[in-house]
């Protein structure tokens, strides 16, 4: 099979197509042929060598995928031959998802919603259950009030849309462009829990939007100088949801100095606790956009299973290009 290996870390030049075996499967294992797959930030940041390299398990990088299942093994149940899936796959499966074939454990994937195609079904596995995780753990409260930095990404939008649907409607969030505000709007904002972040008093302005308050809640999506402001609208003794870790060491002083409960969100913790979260939680996800409750993320197919496309996704990425829109590549 035909797959894109990383030969080292460092910058986008070491990635070269080669041919492999395709892997061998397991009793507990499906064998999906992909369709797409998707990038992530935690992508290039495993190929620069930075922390999250640490869980890499093969030199085929990439996380969640959309495919057809071709082989089982003899313990799997509830899948078939035949079977149009998704799978948060993470460092769990024979290689990465830039790759025509992988081996998987069958407690990570879950049924493709039928109404969208295999591009937009490869968006959703590691968005929704960051988004799915973040809404569980805050426990809200339809009173709850809810800041979160850069909403219009895939995260975001799958949380804001999970909040609105279970009555939480007290949401403000940050944007940068007029497509990022109109994609807001889309999901059920007003324009008036938009915040553009490029302008000035911005934090200011995000505690207008809440009545002068502090939040209950903030979500952060972005790290950086958005961390700090995540901190800085945070109520006394309020929640701090950590997405990224990117936050910096003022974030965590703010946070300390109020008393501020931090909740760190991690998808590939959840495997040494309960693997079957993982396609349990996908399917509940899968379920609620095939009854078009919930929109999967807008894509941007950058291209097919190549070194160049590989690259153009990193490049992207990595200069903060994607413009809320998650890359795929057609495999």
């Not at 968005?127 to 995260?155: D, H, K, P, Y």
């Not at 975001?156 to 909040?163: A, C, P, Q, S, V």
């Not at 944007?175 to 200011?204: C, F, R, T, V």
């Not at 606790?273 to 197919?301: F, H, M, S, V």
Request: hydrophobic share 45%.
């Amino acid at each position: 099979m035909k797959a894109i290996l990383l030969d080292g870390f460092g910058d986008v030049s070491n990635f070269s197509l080669a041919e492999v075996e395709v892997p061998v499967i397991k009793d507990d294992e499906v064998l999906i042929q992909l369709k797409a797959a998707a990038f992530n930030p935690i992508d290039y940041q495993m190929r620069l060598g930075l922390r999250e390299s640490r869980i890499m398990k093969s030199p085929v990088l990439g996380r969640e995928l959309s495919g057809i299942i071709v082989e089982t093994g003899k313990n799997v149940v509830g899948y078939h031959v035949g079977d149009e899936i998704i799978a948060a796959s993470g460092s769990r499966g024979s290689n990465g998802s830039y790759a025509e074939f992988m081996a998987l454990n069958s407690s990570f994937i879950a049924h493709k919603p039928a109404n969208i195609s295999f591009e937009a079904a490869a968006a959703i596995p590691s968005a929704g259950l960051t988004a799915w995780q973040c809404f569980n753990r805050m426990r809200v409260e339809a009173n709850s009030s809810v800041f979160i930095s850069g909403g219009a990404g895939a995260v975001g939008r799958f949380l804001i849309k999970l909040l609105l649907i279970n009555g939480c409607t007290n949401i403000v969030t940050t944007a940068g462009s007029e497509q990022s505000s109109n994609a807001l709007i889309a999901l059920g904002l007003k324009p008036s829990q938009i915040i553009d972040y490029k302008k000035d008093n911005m934090e200011q302005n995000i505690l207008n939007a809440n009545n002068g308050r502090g939040f209950d809640f903030a979500v952060e999506i972005v790290g950086g100088v958005l961390a700090e402001t995540a901190a800085n609208v945070l109520d006394i003794n309020g929640t701090y949801v950590d997405v990224t870790f990117f936050g910096t060491q003022l974030t965590r002083e703010t946070l300390f100095d109020k008393g501020c409960v931090i909740i760190n969100i991690a998808n590939y913790a959840q495997a040494a606790k309960n693997a079957n979260w993982y396609g349990q939680t996908l399917n509940e996800l899968a379920g609620l956009i095939g009854q078009n409750k919930i929109a999967p993320p807008e894509i941007n197919n950058v291209g097919d299973l190549s070194v160049e496309t590989v690259q153009l996704a990193h490049t992207l990425m990595e200069s903060n290009k994607i413009f809320g829109k998650k890359l795929v590549m057609s495999i």
